[in-house]
């Protein structure tokens, strides 16, 4: 099972600054098989990137993912008052799917 | 327009039995695969199962196995999760959620596309 460790936990950052959410896979990764979604509170969890790097339809150009192997990044690069939320990466190539632990971005 | 609507949660005891489903519309069916993806109350994404298009192929997460089944009906455009031995670790809100593709893996994938709202699952005494 490939476990994915995110951090840091909670990011306290103000509108208009940059987030850079990290995530660390025990094991590689393709790169084609990693994503990123958006979780606000009482909704569902939102597509935000898939493919490590390719925003899904509708997706703001402030979001963007990078990385490859065992080390990937969501970075915001400028907080929008609507940003502020969980996120989670996921690797969806192969059985177990498995999900990082979250990343909350509140406001400070 | 894409949609999933979850029903079928609600209060369970302990070594019990529930059927979820997951009626969807806005899209072919049979074409994608299918997940249950479930959060309990506080905590984070956890994947649950995922089902091939064609309902030939079936991926379950260890803490289900051999309780879970996950199962569709192409023909209602309707995805099921059958649970029994029902535990308190159980207890979460599931959300099914669409493939971008066909099945678990395949190139070109994308992901979970779409979500639906969830159901929410209670087991307790």
């Known amino acids: 099972e490939i476990v994915l460790t995110q951090s840091p936990g909670t990011l306290s950052l103000s509108p208009g600054e940059r987030a850079t959410l990290s995530c660390r896979a025990s094991?590689?990764?393709?790169?084609?098989?990693l994503g990123w979604y958006q979780q606000k509170p009482g909704q569902a969890p939102r597509l935000l990137i898939y493919?490590?790097?390719s925003r899904a339809t509708g997706i703001p150009d402030r979001f963007s993912g990078s990385g490859s192997g065992t080390e990937f990044t969501l970075t915001i690069s400028r907080l929008e008052p609507e940003d502020f939320a969980v996120y989670y990466c996921?690797?969806?190539?192969?059985?177990?799917?498995?999900f990082g632990g979250g990343t909350k971005v509140e406001i400070k | 327009e894409v949609q999933l609507v979850e029903s079928g949660g609600g209060l369970v005891q302990p070594g019990g039995s529930l059927r979820l489903s997951c009626a969807v519309s806005g899209f072919s069916f049979d074409n994608f695969a299918m997940s249950w993806v479930r959060q309990a109350p506080g905590k984070g994404l956890e994947w649950v199962s995922a089902?091939?298009?064609?309902?030939?192929?079936?991926y379950y997460a260890d803490s289900v196995k051999g309780r879970f089944t996950i199962s569709r009906d192409n023909s209602k455009n309707t995805l099921y999760l059958q649970m029994n031995s029902l535990r308190a670790e159980d207890t979460a809100l599931y959300y099914c959620?669409?493939?971008?593709?066909?099945?678990?893996?395949?190139?070109?994938?994308?992901?979970?596309?779409?979500w639906g709202q969830g159901t929410l699952v209670t087991v307790s005494s």
């Open positions: 959620a669409k493939d971008s593709q066909g099945r678990v893996g395949a190139i070109n994938g994308k992901g979970f596309t779409y």
């Open positions: 094991q590689s990764v393709s790169s084609r098989y």
């Open positions: 493919g490590a790097s």
């Open positions: 089902l091939s298009a064609g309902g030939g192929t079936t």
């Open positions: 996921q690797q969806y190539g192969s059985s177990p799917l498995t």
